[in-house]
Antibody
Framework: QLQLQESGPGLVKPSETLSLTCTVS??????????WGWIRQPPGKGLEWIGY???????YYNPSLKSRVTISVDTSTNQFSLKLNSVTAADTAVYFC??????????????WGNGTTVTVSS | DIQMTQSPSSLSASVGDRVTITCRAS??????LNWFQQKPGKAPKLLIYAASSLQSGVPSRFSGSGSGTDFTLTISSLQPEDFATYYCQQSYTIPYTFGQGTKLEIK
């Protein structure tokens, strides 16, 4: 079955760029009717939607992060990535990647990675 | 942004109880409303999409209702594995915002 796995550094220095990759296995990232997204959760807090990308490369971002975030897709490796620049301690969180389904006209994230913890600290 | 407000923020209940969690949106989200369950240290799990559609594999004791701005998640008979935090999320307009969560604890 479809699985997603986040990977990347667990520690990032303030003002630097956070870079994460989500590897999709058990299915193709190029499938129609799906989108690929990132969500984060600061320690002890709720969920924040970061953005998503279609396999075509079309992206949608949370306006609160839009100036700092880039999501990209590599269909040849079945991966998509998140870059968040100029990070601060407020960006410390568990970062989840997820598949979104819109094939029936509704938008919902039905398959999630386990999440990866990123700490911003010098 | 559409603000999503859940009530209550926390809830104590017993196995076998019927429980209802409410989610209110600051403006209409039509039926673009999803419910997730999250256990400590785990990723959220989709329970309900489109306000009332049960995700495949989710037990039928979970149900969702509502439209527009007011939605509810009901668990008809609580089981031990249902004690977790529940989040609503609107997917009507970007950014797709979440409620603050409802923590369901054992009484």
């Amino acid at each position: 079955q479809l699985q997603l796995q986040e990977s990347g550094p667990g520690l990032v220095k303030p003002s630097e760029t956070l870079s994460l990759t989500c590897t999709v296995s058990g299915g193709s990232i190029s499938s129609s009717s799906y989108y690929w997204g990132w969500i984060r959760q600061p320690p002890g807090k709720g969920l924040e939607w970061i953005g998503y990308i279609y396999y075509s490369g079309t992206t949608y971002y949370n306006p609160s992060l839009k100036s700092r975030v880039t999501i990209s897709v590599d269909t040849s490796t079945n991966q998509f990535s998140l870059k968040l620049n100029s990070v601060t301690a407020a960006d410390t969180a568990v970062y989840f990647c997820a598949r979104g389904d819109y094939g029936n006209g509704w938008y919902y994230m039905d398959v999630w990675g386990n999440g990866t913890t990123v700490t911003v600290s010098s | 942004d559409i603000q999503m407000t859940q009530s209550p923020s926390s809830l104590s209940a017993s196995v076998g109880d019927r429980v209802t969690i409410t989610c209110r949106a600051s403006q209409s989200t039509a039926n673009y409303l999803n419910w997730f369950q999250q256990k400590p240290g785990k990723a959220p799990k989709l329970l309900i999409y489109a306000a009332s559609s049960l995700q495949s594999g989710v037990p039928s004791r979970f149900s969702g209702s509502g439209s527009g701005t007011d939605f509810t998640l009901t668990i008809s008979s609580l089981q031990p594995e249902d004690f977790a935090t529940y989040y609503c999320q609107q997917s009507y307009t970007i950014p797709y915002t979440f409620g603050q969560g409802t923590k369901l604890e054992i009484k």
